[in-house]
């Protein structure tokens, strides 16, 4: 394969299989790597590519969210992500991602309005945590009732519309926080807690998990500072596996609510939402300081197994743009409430240490994820392991409505159809039960 440009400047990659050529265009984005267009390759050569899990395909088009993972990059809408953790609200992100623009003060303060008009849930919605054991895990709880959302609100079938496209997406940034949050108070066995529209987005959050009927409740503001930069962190994260999902069922038109279940159900997966989980397993596993030696020994043994969960990342390949605002964030919490000989804070700061000044862990460039503090903050919160996925879903959904909307709204939208290597049994023909 070569690439050139011809004589209209437009680069084009030659491509040339069993005697065959063909050329194809090169398309340059506003920011990263060129990507060759081989739309037409099995049309022209006859042949077709082969990526298993699409890490080298760029599937679409989009601008949400950029990242460069060598140079540790992540930018929502070309801000990075660094400034929006430390400066913005989670309402001016969402209404960032949503529409392509930070709002001024009219517009934030109507698109707060609309928002917290939508977080109250149908009554009849309540009926359907009943149907549920007491102890399921809520990220159950969150996919069916978030589908089931499509039964209490047909017009949003009509996605044609882009009336019920915003409409649609209000609803749902909205409501996932009340059914994550119901979600955790129905495995407690605790009364469901109503939205509180004087309180900001995470805040609000905060108030449903934690208040209680029976006694006044206060959002302690470094707390709710600290959710604010969780739910930013956690927004969007360009074409991921639950993105990808999202993206995939909504190629088929189906309803913006069946396709966020699908993301939900999507994420729920340990290899893609349940990093910080594991990461608290990880330490609860190693028990005590002076286990890290060993710890670490069978890390390093390629036959053991064990591998150091939050650290390292598919995609950044130098360091995580999340783990130093969570880093900051986490001390800020332990700071406040007034944590210092947290037997899990002593395993993490010590394993930290080790891990960055190990040459074999340098070499390799396993530095801190967002993954491996944000765990510790949420326990240090009072958060169980079972709602770290349901939180991160409810996070994700900004990011998978934005990445939905942008999908719908492209001209000449396609559905999802990856091709195959087929490798099974060539044309035989069939025979009879009674001469097998």
């Given amino acids: 394969m070569s690439v050139s440009q011809n004589e209209g400047k437009q680069t084009t990659a030659t491509i040339s299989i069993g005697g065959k050529t063909a050329e194809m265009p090169v398309m340059s984005g506003t920011l990263g790597p060129d990507v060759i267009d081989i739309r037409k390759l099995p049309s022209q050569l006859d042949v077709f590519t082969f990526d298993p899990g699409y890490g080298e395909t760029a599937s679409c088009t989009s601008k949400v969210t950029f990242i460069d993972g060598d140079k540790g990059i992540l930018l929502h809408r070309g801000y990075p992500i660094a400034q929006l953790a430390e400066e913005a609200s989670f309402e001016e992100v969402i209404y960032l991602l949503l529409n392509g623009e930070l709002p001024n003060a009219t517009e934030y303060q109507q698109f707060r309005q609309s928002l917290t008009n939508h977080t109250l849930l149908h009554e009849q919605i309540r009926n359907f945590f009943n149907g549920f054991r007491r102890d399921a895990h809520p990220m159950a709880i969150l996919c069916g ?15 044609a519309l882009p009336e019920n496209r915003q409409l649609a997406a209000m609803r749902l940034i909205a409501k996932v926080p009340t059914i ?13 807690i109503y939205p ?5 987005y995470a805040e609000n959050f905060l108030s449903m998990m934690f208040a209680r009927e029976v ?3 206060k959002v302690n503001p470094v707390l709710a500072r600290a959710m604010n930069r969780i739910l930013i962190l956690h927004a969007d994260h360009e074409q991921n596996a639950s993105t990808s999902t999202v993206r995939m069922a909504g190629s088929t038109g189906a309803n ?7 993301g939900i159900a999507a994420l729920w997966g ?16 190693i028990g005590r300081k002076e286990n890290i030696p060993a710890f670490i020994a069978q890390v390093k043994d390629k036959n053991s197994g064990v591998k150091l969960m939050g650290f390292g990342h598919r995609v950044y390949k130098n360091f995580d743009p999340r783990a ?12 406040e409430l007034g944590i210092k000989d947290d037997p899990l804070l002593e395993l993490a700061i010590e394993l930290e240490k080790i891990a960055l000044n190990d040459p074999y862990f340098v070499e390799r460039k396993l530095y801190p ?4 503090y944000s765990g510790i903050i949420l326990k240090a919160m009072g958060i169980p392991t079972s709602m770290f996925t349901p939180l991160f879903a409810l996070a994700r959904t900004t990011g998978w409505v934005s990445q939905w909307k942008e999908m719908i709204e492209e001209p000449g939208q396609r559905i999802s159809r990856p091709r195959q290597l087929y490798l099974g049994a060539a044309q035989r023909d069939f025979v009879a039960l009674d001469k097998r």
């Fill in 145 to 159: 009732t978030v589908g089931a959302l499509s039964a209490f609100y047909p017009d949003a079938s009509d996605i």
């Fill in 180 to 192: 994550t949050a119901w979600a955790y108070k129905y495995t407690q066995g605790e009364a469901f």
């Fill in 196 to 200: 509180n529209n004087s309180l900001n």
């Fill in 215 to 217: 006694e006044p409740y």
């Fill in 256 to 262: 913006p609510f069946a396709c966020i279940a699908a």
């Fill in 270 to 285: 340990p290899a893609h939402g349940g990093a910080n989980e594991a990461v608290l397993k990880m330490l609860a596993h």
């Fill in 324 to 335: 130093k605002i969570m880093e900051r964030t986490c001390h800020e919490v332990l700071g």
């Fill in 369 to 372: 994820n967002v993954d491996f």
